[in-house]
């Protein structure tokens, strides 16, 4: 019988001090793949990096390279490869990072759950096997996002933003990240709001001896913007609804005070502001009709 395909993507921007280290120990639990049944493959993303990383990947036995012409971000690199994963009929992908943080050995205890049929998205546990002092920055901001995303997903989250995560041909089939930030995020959510399972496996996670993290003071700017176009994209009316909602209940409140003033009080009018009234109503109405609208584009679009 043919063995099933895995893809391991591995986003690359300058990595030339690392990508070769970190192919060499994909390329180390090939055999331990293949007596599971799975195939091996090597996605590198190249996301306009100015050093050697492509040539470098390319002698180092990558069996795709893609590249960015210019620097992209992240997000959008992870969404390249994820794509190009889905368009090869991948089994199963896994993102993994070139700065040899994360060990390629983790790789056949992530995708159990999925080889189970108990997850189609399965992320790493940094936080357990962790044998560096993660900076207080990194550390305070994940913990805020982990918990953040454990609200929004009702799953039971112990870190939001690996660097390793293993996701299901379902999953690919139909996954959606427009932003070009915050994947880990985006997949979260965009997951959770497909119908997904979720998992954790706890990975090992090693101090970073090249390169600098992407995490910073601007994380969360770039974050909740993001995190509100997936949301916006996938289920609108979650977010137009109670917008809409809000404002319709002020303009029904003012009202009601100020009617109540007119009838048993001395004002002069039944309606004292009739302005804010009027506008508070109209844009509530507006908001509703228009995540309706948004999510009857959703539905009809869902399958194309």
């Known amino acids: ?31 331990q793949l293949r007596d599971i ?17 492509a040539a470098l990947a390319q002698s180092s036995g990558a069996d795709k390279i893609i590249t960015h012409k210019k620097n992209r971000g992240l997000g959008a690199a992870v969404r390249t490869g994820l794509l190009a994963t889905r368009k090869d009929q991948i089994d199963i ?22 080889i189970n049929d108990e997850a189609e998205v399965v992320y790493g546990n940094r936080f357990e096997k962790i044998d560096y002092n993660m900076p207080l920055v990194r ?25 390793i995560f293993a996701v299901a041909r379902d999953y690919l089939a139909v996954f959606h990240l427009p932003g070009d930030y915050n994947y880990t995020q985006q997949v979260l959510l965009d997951a959770y709001h497909q119908g997904m399972r979720f998992a954790h496996v706890d990975v090992s996670f090693h101090k970073r001896n090249s390169g600098k993290s992407f995490v910073s003071l601007k994380y969360p700017v770039k974050v909740l913007p993001q995190l509100l176009m997936v949301m916006i994209s996938i289920k609108p ?3 137009f609804m109670p917008i809409g909602l809000v404002f319709i209940a002020l303009a029904t409140l003012i009202f009601c005070w100020e009617f109540g003033q007119w009838l048993f009080a001395d004002a002069i009018k039944p309606v004292m502001h009739v302005n804010m009234v009027l506008g508070s109503m109209l844009f509530g109405m507006q908001t509703l009709f228009f995540g309706m609208l948004a999510e009857l584009i959703v539905f009809f679009n869902k399958d194309k």
Not at 1 to 29: Q, R
Not at 37 to 53: A, H, K, P
Not at 145 to 162: E, V
């Open 1 to 31: 019988m043919e063995n099933k395909k895995l893809a391991v993507v591995v986003p690359a921007f300058n990595e030339g001090n690392s990508i070769e280290s970190t192919l060499s120990g994909l390329k180390g639990i090939e055999s």
């Open 37 to 53: 049944g799975y195939t091996l493959l090597i996605y590198v993303v190249n996301d306009g990096s100015s050093d050697n990383t």
């Open 93 to 114: 992908a896994i993102k993994f990072d070139a700065d040899c943080q994360h060990d390629p050995q983790d790789i056949i205890r992530i995708i159990q759950p999925i």
């Open 139 to 163: 550390k305070v901001g994940n913990k805020v996002f982990t918990r953040l995303m454990a609200t929004l997903t009702g799953w039971p989250l112990k870190d939001s933003q690996p660097g």
């Open 237 to 239: 009316m979650k977010i």
